[in-house]
């Protein structure tokens, strides 16, 4: 199976930065597109950011220029920079990735969630 790790979560002040990690383990032959969304209090989950493995990248409309997704394929790992933070950032971030496995089964996994919250 794959697992997926977050880490970065934290409190951070209005207008700040944080960068978000998550990798991937476990008896991986491929990813393919990995992506973060986010869960605020009270509402749906929604996307954040998705990345190819070739880097072709797509972006919500909320964080379009703020956020930036990026990855390390030798790593398995997905990247999120988050710039410009705003209260209404605040929520769980969830890293996700469709995988193949060596078995050459196909798997969608998701994290556990890291929490970030923007706040004075």
């Known amino acids: 199976q794959v697992q997926l790790v977050e880490s970065g979560g934290c409190l951070v002040q209005p207008g700040g930065s944080l960068r978000l990690s998550c990798a991937a383990s476990?008896?991986?032959?491929?990813?393919?597109?990995m992506g973060w969304h986010r869960q605020a209090p009270g509402k749906v989950r929604e996307l954040v950011a998705t990345?190819?493995?070739?880097?072709?990248?797509n972006y919500g409309d909320s964080v379009k220029g703020r956020l930036t997704i990026s990855r390390d394929n030798a790593k398995n790992t997905v990247y999120l920079q988050m710039n410009s933070l705003k209260p209404e950032d605040t929520a769980v971030y969830y890293c996700?990735?469709?995988?193949?496995?060596?078995?050459?089964?196909?798997?969608?996994?998701w994290g556990q969630g890291t929490l970030v919250t923007v706040s004075s």
């Open positions: 996700n990735a469709g995988a193949y496995l060596v078995s050459r089964t196909y798997v969608d996994v």
């Open positions: 476990g008896s991986i032959f491929s990813i393919n597109d």
């Open positions: 990345i190819t493995s070739g880097g072709s990248t």
